[in-house]
């Protein structure tokens, strides 16, 4: 975590954002449960810390240790709570993200929602005619086999009889 001396005035700076956006990557990460819209945020913070670091990528001035294990630490963060971040922001929404931002396969966050199962969505109270009540299909299913064990309708109802024939 510690530089090394020989840094210019720039890198410096640089090296100072990279911690910032490892601290804020940190905070959205310890409320996680209550990001709602500003969810994608972690995928972006997480996209600046891997450039940073690339950036920074075989300078042999700066120490990358103690910033990897706490990008590790954080990263486990993100990991264990997959489902939720995927859910708050909606695999639809993951999509629309892949689709915007392009990012590599190595970039694996983008791709948490493919780790994910969808969610099961159920027909809205208005969609009533999509899916038939199950005691319709009973109901149809009866009329179909020619009525119940009494040899009536399905319903109960018997077959009336009629005398001459058998």
Known sequence: ???RPGLNADEKQAWAYLMDVVRDYG???SDIENLGYSAPNVLYY?????????EFKGDPRVDFRGVWTQ?????????ANQELLVRTIGHANFKQYHIMNDPPRTHWWWFIN?????PI????WWQ???KPDIS???LLEAQETGGGEDGGDGLGVPEASVEGHS
């Open 128 to 130: 009533f005619w999509k």
């Open 136 to 138: 319709t299909a009973a």
């Open 46 to 54: 997480r996209d600046e810390i891997q450039e940073m670091l690339e």
């Open 121 to 124: 969505t159920q027909a809205s």
């Open 1 to 3: 975590m510690s530089e």
């Open 27 to 29: 905070r959205y990460l």
């Open 71 to 79: 990008v590790k630490e954080f990263d486990e963060i993100l990991r």
């Open 114 to 118: 493919r780790v994910v199962p969808k």
